[in-house]
């Protein structure tokens, strides 16, 4: 995702922290699956109303049966521009836990 720097929410973090290291190695939070993910879950903390954050058991509702692709994005006429892209292991993990099936 460019240059920026991500705003993972706190069980995204939670959930990466957990996983082996060598699972771990590589990543660093800017990828577009983690990024997606994230954005869901402020979302749904943004609606409770117990001012609680949301967890992983609790978004695997919100997510379950979810499908999701995701594509290369590179400069203008790069040939690799909008071709599949498979997830990192962790965003690959990271689905996997919320039941999102990934296509691509």
């Known amino acids: 995702m460019g ?3 991500s705003n993972l929410h706190p069980a995204v973090q939670e959930f ?3 996983l082996p ?3 771990r190695d590589g ?8 990024i997606l993910v994230s954005d869901q879950l402020w979302r749904l903390d943004a609606e409770r109303d117990d001012g609680r954050a949301t967890t ?7 997510f379950e049966g979810a499908v999701m692709t995701s594509r290369l994005i590179r400069p203008e006429g790069d040939p ?3 071709k599949p892209a498979q997830p990192c292991a962790v ?5 996997d836990a919320l039941y ?3 296509v691509g």
């Open 56 to 62: 992983m058991r609790d978004a695997i509702g919100h």
């Open 91 to 95: 965003c690959a993990a990271l689905l």
């Open 80 to 82: 690799n521009h909008g």
């Open 21 to 23: 290291s060598e699972q």
């Open 3 to 5: 240059d920026e720097s």
């Open 27 to 34: 990543f660093d939070g800017r990828c577009a699956e983690s």
């Open 16 to 18: 990466v922290g957990l």
């Open 100 to 102: 999102v099936q990934f």
